[in-house]
């Protein structure tokens, strides 16, 4: 078992900037990727980021591309989001999600193994 907990959520203005963290404990030896999801009220839940453990390799989802930044410290286990330029279309709840092993695809939720919590991010406009 891996377990996630995210931090870092809130409330900021358009245009300002979070940075959420999601830190991971457990099974921890068996790593390949983490990726950020959010789900909006009333929406299915969506990819947003993606990077490797080994490699650093990153991926977006084309709405965040540019404004959004995900990185990962191999030492902490940690893995962070750095929000800028936010628009209220971004709140949502934040989720970071662990994968042990190799897949071809990024932007899945099956492509994960573990999940974390949640962390609410609003945008007021």
């Known amino acids: 078992q891996v377990q996630l907990v995210e931090s870092g959520g809130g409330l900021v203005q358009a245009g300002g900037s979070l940075r959420l963290s999601c830190a991971a404990s457990?099974?921890?030896?068996?790593?390949?990727?983490m990726g950020w999801f959010r789900q909006a009220p009333g929406k299915e839940r969506e990819f947003v980021a993606a990077i490797r453990w080994n490699g650093g390799n990153t991926y977006y989802a084309d709405s965040v591309k540019g404004r959004f930044t995900i990185s990962r410290d191999n030492a902490k286990n940690t893995v962070y989001l750095q929000m800028s330029s936010l628009k209220p279309e971004d709140t949502a709840v934040y989720y970071c999600?662990?994968?042990?092993?190799?897949?071809?695809?990024?932007?899945?939720?099956?492509?994960?193994?573990?999940w974390g919590q949640g962390t609410q991010v609003t945008v007021s406009s």
């Open positions: 999600a662990w994968r042990g092993y190799y897949s071809s695809t990024y932007y899945l939720e099956s492509d994960y193994d573990y």
């Open positions: 457990g099974r921890t030896f068996s790593r390949y990727a």
